[in-house]
T-cell receptor, first 111, second 110 residues
Framework: RKEVEQDPGPFNVPEGATVAFNCTYS??????FFWYRQDCRKEPKLLMS???SGNEDGRFTAQLNRASQYISLLIRDSKLSDSATYLC????????????FGPGTSLSVIP | DADVTQTPRNRITKTGKRIMLECSQT?????MYWYRQDPGLGLRLIYY???????NKGEISDGYSVSRQAQAKFSLSLESAIPNQTALYFC?????????FGSGTRLTVV
């Protein structure tokens, strides 16, 4: 089993739709969680951290379920500019501050 | 100027050649990393450094070496390039709470 798994998609959604991505991780000792956004042929950029209590940033909501070892990202009112690949990132600080990137989920928002 | 600068942006090299990818940062972070990205595999860690005297192998270090010349500079070398090292390479820095990536180096080994 891969350490961090994501549905690769692609997710093709119309503008204004709500879309949700899930990510599962295998190491129960993982301590920090993030979502990154990567545009085609560009570097990943931090979208948001994921906190145990869940957190929201505008149209984006991140949730963490430690018991089931999954993280989710919800995007409401999708915009064309949301089209990108979304990377789930898990940080296990019990070892060498090991950070594992998921393979990413591709989103295309269509007019 | 970008916080993390990588050079070159693109490079085509021949099998067996030695090549160096350079990375410099202006964020003042101690932690620096080299990753490669391949389609469908995500980002994989090659080497990381938590300060100038601390360099560690990542999960795919074979065929690569690094040098941390200063806090701000971390270079990656391919001693003898092979075609399966064709990939997108990213340098990154962090404080432990999120990464800042360079723009990447697209390397093709022919």
């Amino acid at each position: 089993r891969k350490e961090v798994e994501q549905d690769p998609g692609p997710f093709n959604v119309p503008e204004g739709a709500t879309v949700a991505f899930n990510c599962t991780y295998s190491n129960s000792a993982s301590q920090s969680f993030f979502w990154y956004r990567q545009d085609c042929r560009k570097e990943p950029k931090l979208l948001m951290s994921v906190y145990s209590s869940g957190n929201e940033d505008g149209r984006f909501t991140a949730q963490l379920n430690r018991a089931s070892q999954y993280i989710s990202l919800l995007i409401r009112d999708s915009k064309l500019s949301d089209s990108a690949t979304y990377l789930c990132v898990v940080n296990d600080k019990t070892s060498y501050d090991k950070v594992i990137f998921g393979p990413g989920t591709s989103l295309s928002v269509i007019p | 100027d970008a916080d993390v600068t990588q050079t070159p942006r693109n490079r085509i090299t021949k099998t067996g050649k030695r090549i160096m990818l350079e990375c410099s940062q202006t964020k003042g972070h101690d932690r620096m990393y080299w990753y490669r990205q391949d389609p469908g595999l995500g980002l994989r860690l090659i080497y990381y450094s938590f300060d100038v005297k601390d360099i560690n192998k990542g999960e795919i270090s074979d065929g690569y070496s690094v040098s941390r010349q200063a806090q701000a500079k971390f270079s990656l070398s391919l001693e003898s390039a092979i075609p399966n090292q064709t990939a997108l390479y990213f340098c990154a820095t962090s404080t432990g709470d999120g990464y800042t990536f360079g723009s990447g180096t697209r390397l093709t080994v022919v």
